[in-house]
């Protein structure tokens, strides 16, 4: 049967066909996500309330449009001993805002003791090999 009009919920049902993400999770907005974003990352994350609760507070903030625009939506610094949960905390965060889990950018600080490690981040200052590439995090 063909209808004369086209909803909310035709478009995410086709989008869902397509991108294989449930309708539901298409439909929801993004304010109802954000509500329930520490209650959705505390069923993965256990036993780290204090730092899921400040990580969101964080998010929202951002998301609200409270943040400086040229900025990332957070920078977090998770400092722990292997096997912690360092990586899965930001694991679940990419998932549940962009869908993906790859979408983190992670650091292994050990690779970084030498003093001159820090140009791997950062670039090569002018006059050296390697300026014009930038470093990781330019």
Do not use: W
Request: charged share 25%; net charge negative; aromatic share 6%.
């Amino acid at each position: 049967m063909v209808h004369d009009s086209v909803n909310s919920g035709d478009i995410a049902e086709v989008i869902a066909r397509a991108t294989g993400i449930p309708v539901a999770q298409l439909l929801t907005g993004e304010r109802e996500k954000l509500i329930h974003m520490d209650r959705e990352l505390k069923k993965t994350i256990l036993g780290q309330d204090a730092a899921i609760e400040s990580i969101t507070n964080v998010v929202r903030i951002s998301r609200a449009g409270l943040h400086a625009h040229k900025r990332p939506l957070g920078a977090f610094l998770f400092i722990g001993p292997t096997g912690v949960g360092k990586t899965e905390v930001c694991k679940s965060l990419a998932k549940f805002l962009f869908d993906d889990e790859s979408f983190i950018c992670r650091i292994d600080m050990s690779e970084y003791m030498e003093r001159h490690a820090v140009h791997r981040l950062i670039g090569a200052p002018p006059g050296y090999v390697g300026y014009e590439e930038g470093g990781e995090l330019t």
